[in-house]
């Protein structure tokens, strides 16, 4: 699974600002700057800027100009899966050559590879929407994750 530099930086300023925020939303009375969250995060702030804006739109955090401004996680970070920011940065989990595998059209020997494809983003799909940026921020992943990070096989 390949992830982007903009998903990395998206899911580790989400959890920079759950980290802050212990377990708030809306009603967090000091919202976190981009340049804090880029000097915490060691991510280039005017990537960062452009990041924040698609989960503005995207409905993960909340904006504030002024100067006491800043970013927020819309709802509590408990709420939010890896997967939905995934979503809002880069679009759907596992295409193939841009198309969704269900819309793939294999033939003879290779048929297979489509339910293969299928089973792919079904597996990325349970990791991913299982684990949520309150699992990251507070370093407390799901058993799942923990059995399938400590077998030798997944770092190969």
Known sequence: MRLSARVDYALRAAAELASVADGRAAERSRPVTAEQIARAQEI???????????????GIVHAQR???GGYWLARPAAEISLAEVIRVIDG????????RPEQL??????RALQDVWI????SERE?????????VANGTLPG?????????????
Do not use: C, M
């Open 66 to 68: 002024g100067p006491e």
């Open 105 to 110: 059209g294999y033939h003879g020997a290779a």
């Open 144 to 156: 799942r994750v923990n059995e399938l990070a400590a077998d030798p096989r997944a770092w190969s």
């Open 44 to 58: 280039p702030p005017k990537f960062l800027e452009s990041i924040l804006l698609q989960l503005r739109r995207g």
């Open 127 to 135: 990791i991913l929407d299982l684990v949520t940026i309150a699992d």
């Open 92 to 99: 759907p989990l596992a295409h193939v050559r841009g198309q």
């Open 119 to 122: 089973a792919l983003r079904a």
